[in-house]
Nanobody
């Protein structure tokens, strides 16, 4: 499984961005796809996860502001990020879990200016 992320950039506080992550290769039986983020000097943290059945869960810091969704036909997940805060600044990484195997895409930088 290969993961390609799109959509990072620079935005002012209060703004929005939409990230996309497309999975290619042997995508059969992907159980979950997720977004994690890592800021300098901080641990990687879960932002949002969606299962193949559509169940979602979110990190506490983004609940109510971010929404993860998926398009199974396109093997793509989206992360709509609203009301962005400077503390959301990080490298956002796409993740997929398939039969207990974990796959990571290259990150995309999100920078929120105050």
């Amino acid at each position: 499984v290969q993961l390609q992320a799109y959509g990072g950039g620079l935005v002012q506080a209060g703004g929005f961005l939409r990230l996309s992550c497309a999975a290619t290769g042997s995508t059969f039986s992907i159980n979950t796809m997720a977004w994690y983020r890592q800021a300098p000097g901080k641990q990687r943290e879960l932002v949002a996860r969606i299962s193949s059945g559509g169940s979602t869960n979110y990190g506490d810091s983004v609940k109510g502001r971010f929404t993860i969704s998926g398009d199974n036909a396109k093997n793509t997940v989206y992360l709509q990020m609203n009301s962005l805060k400077p503390e959301d600044t990080a490298v956002y990484l796409c993740h997929a879990e398939q039969n207990s195997m974990h796959y990571w895409g290259k990150g995309t930088q999100v920078t929120v200016s105050s």
